[in-house]
């Protein structure tokens, strides 16, 4: 009978194995993020905050897989240089290949707002919001679209939405100052 227990301790490691690989890596990540984002809502300080937001964004990165990664990195890259046309090609590769993976469609429309096409931003930044409801960078990013065609109430709405999620978003307080006389039809 203690020959029966290492085969039956190999067996059940083996099926949590196939389990835990048949998982995808992406789903690890958002669950991993949910956690983070209740830890960043609870946060007492700004350093803390920013020390949270920054796992969030390293989770909400991961798209299981090292070839969409690699487009979202380039995208990245290119953007970060000013080579919108480039990171547009990129991201919108990658959101071909990857369409379920919401930080693509969020890197790609931060591209779309840098070339101003506000229409294909807002596409990509609805998308984003489709898959990940608490994506507080596209929420930010429909803030700033309205905000730029002159929708204050949207705008204002949208940086209220962020605020839950980040209180300690200075820029997103700035904003909601700005635009709360003329929401409330009182200007400033």
Not at 6 to 16: D, H, S, T
Not at 123 to 143: C, I, K, S, W, Y
Request: charged share 20%; proline share 4%; no cysteine.
């Amino acid at each position: 009978m203690s020959m029966d227990r290492p085969i039956g301790k190999r067996i059940v490691a083996a099926a949590a194995l196939t389990v835990l690989f048949s998982i995808p890596s992406g789903s690890w990540a958002q669950a991993r993020a949910g956690e983070l984002l209740e830890q960043l809502g609870a946060a007492d300080s700004a350093e803390a905050a920013a020390r949270i937001e920054r796992n969030i964004q390293t989770e909400w990165s991961k798209s299981g897989s090292a070839a969409m990664d690699l487009l979202l990195k380039r995208g990245r890259d290119a953007l970060e240089v000013n080579e919108l046309p480039t990171a547009i090609d990129h991201l919108t590769a990658l959101t071909d290949h990857a369409p379920e993976f919401a930080e693509g469609w969020h890197v790609l429309a931060l591209a779309y707002y840098g070339s101003e096409m506000f229409g294909p931003a807002m596409d990509a930044l609805e998308h984003t919001l489709a898959l990940n409801p608490q994506h507080f960078g596209a929420l930010r990013g429909v803030a700033a679209v309205h905000e730029q065609l002159g929708n204050d109430a949207l705008a204002y709405d949208a940086y209220t939405q962020v605020l839950e999620l980040r209180p300690h978003d200075e820029a997103v307080t700035e904003a909601l100052e700005r635009l709360a006389g003329r929401v409330q039809g009182i200007e400033t």
